[in-house]
């Protein structure tokens, strides 16, 4: 990361002393749509839905014609999804910190009675909560701007553009928030009832191994930091139209569009395989160098 933002200083200075008719900077913000997709039929990756975040960017504008112009940007980015209802976790996760507790006797192998023995070699078990997924990436983008001006080109004009190019993308936090999880752990997504083991809820027989106080809403329910499942870096494309009015040296501008990302960003395919994207709304603010 220390060496690209140098790079991309170089490549600006160098585009800009080549050919450039004018160069401004600016910069923009609003608001972020992320989701995380999938194509794959992965229990884990499925059922997401967009969540509301933000986005920020400051930008250097090289013009080359009235038509023309590259638009590098260094962008902060919200990304991510939630779901609500009733999801599958892997069945190692959920029993990492079950398998440690001090009080499971030994001998004990709680991953290989649920999975094998319950769930009959199922890597999945699911359960009811919200869940939101957190991530927040540092975006260098590098846009071909394209401007058409509305009406005759004076001191005070109207103009549209769009802009489209390629993205790198370095994951600067993740994290995975659960709330409002519900006892009762299920078999399947469609399960009318909660798992039993002689008509005993397998929570209370796993409370039985680990100390009475186990529950697994305490379990689930809070915040975890997910940025070492992840891989850090990833690439895309942006696009982007929009509205501007220009005044002396200064524009102003209004525009919607949004991002999406080529790599699946799971290091482990049993905790998914998702895309990040994002709609963006932004208004921003240019001045001509």
């Known amino acids: 990361m220390k060496k690209i933002i140098p790079l991309l200083g170089l490549f600006i200075i160098c585009s800009t002393n080549a050919a450039a008719q004018s160069v401004s900077v600016g910069v923009r913000g609003g608001v972020s749509i992320p989701n995380l997709s999938t ?3 992965n229990p884990v990756s499925e059922g997401y839905s967009s969540r509301l975040a933000g986005d920020a960017a400051v930008f250097v504008n090289i013009r080359f014609s009235d038509l023309f112009s590259i638009q590098p940007m260094l962008e902060f980015s919200q990304q991510g999804g939630k779901r609500n209802g009733r999801q599958a976790f ?15 006797p030994e001998g004990i192998d709680i991953k290989d009675i649920l999975k094998n023995q319950i769930l009959g070699g199922s890597e999945y078990i699911y ?16 846009l071909a701007k394209f401007s058409w001006n509305l009406g005759p080109k004076t001191k005070n004009h109207f103009s549209f553009y769009a802009d489209v190019g390629p993205f790198l993308g370095y994951l600067l ?18 399960a009318e ?10 929570e209370n027989l796993i409370a039985q191994f680990v100390g009475e106080d186990f529950d697994i809403t305490d ?17 895309g494309i942006s696009g982007n139209i929009g509205f501007a009015y220009h005044f002396a040296r200064s524009a ?10 080529f790599i699946n960003i799971q290091k482990d395919t049993q905790n998914g395989k998702n895309h990040t994207g994002a709609a963006t709304v932004s208004l921003g603010y240019s001045y001509k160098l």
Request: glycine letters at 12%; charged letters at 25%.
């Open 193 to 202: 009832e909660t798992i039993k083991v002689g008509g005993v809820p397998i």
């Open 127 to 142: 359960l009811d909560t919200d869940s939101e997924a957190k991530l927040n990436y540092l975006l260098l983008p590098v």
């Open 90 to 104: 892997p069945v190692d996760g959920m029993v990492e910190g079950i398998k440690n507790n001090a009080d499971l």
């Open 252 to 261: 102003i501008f209004i525009e919607g569009g949004g991002n999406y990302g």
């Open 219 to 235: 379990e689930i329910d809070g915040q975890q930091d997910i940025r070492s499942d992840l891989y850090r870096w990833n690439v």
């Open 173 to 190: 936090s993740a994290h995975q928030e659960y709330s409002k999880t519900k006892p009762g752990l299920y078999d399947s997504k469609d």
């Open 39 to 41: 194509n794959t039929d």
